[in-house]
Every structure is written in structure tokens, then in C-alpha cells.
């Protein structure tokens, strides 16, 4: 099992948890299905590296922006952002 340098390089749970704004249970099971990385224990608790939960938020992140470009392309080319006639509110 790799050692961090300091405890500065691990996050517990709840940091994972705040970092990424999702509940502890599902940091456990990031973890449980390796997408956080190994899994370290501390005194009993689990950590991850935090370089492994800040490249996990990352790569959520590129994705969701991927993902919402997409969705406005897609709105955009259906019309969904054209101005009608200022009397259609009429």
C-alpha cells in the first residue's frame, strides 16, 4: 500500500464528499468500484489521495461541460434561443 507524504495528500470522505457535492455514500461507492483510486486506511478511516479526487472532479466536470454544449447546440439549432415579435406577449 502506498504512503502519502502528509496528511494533506489524503482526503477523507467528507472532504471527497464536499469537493465533488455528493453524498458520503456515494463517495463509498466511488470508492468501493476503484474510480477514486486505492484506498487508503487511516487510523480506521478511509482516504484517497486528494490528487486522485481532484482528477476525478476534473474529468466530471469536462464531461458535464461537454455535455451542456452539446445541449445548447442542439437547443439552439431547434430554435429554442430565436426572439419572437415583441407582440407575441400581447
Do not use: F, W
Not at 55 to 60: F, L, V
Amino acid at each position: 500500500m502506498p504512503r502519502a507524504t502528509a496528511n494533506s495528500d489524503l482526503m477523507t470522505v467528507a472532504e471527497v464528499a464536499r469537493l465533488l457535492n455528493v453524498s458520503r455514500c456515494y463517495v463509498t461507492r466511488l470508492m468501493h468500484e476503484s474510480r477514486l483510486g486505492e484506498v487508503i486506511a487511516v487510523d480506521g478511516k478511509k482516504h484517497v489521495l486528494r490528487a486522485n479526487a481532484e482528477a476525478y472532479h476534473r474529468d466530471r466536470q469536462r464531461i458535464g461541460n461537454t455535455a451542456l454544449r452539446e445541449m445548447t447546440r442542439v437547443q439552439q439549432e431547434a430554435g429554442a434561443y430565436e426572439l419572437g415579435d415583441k407582440n407575441d406577449d400581447e
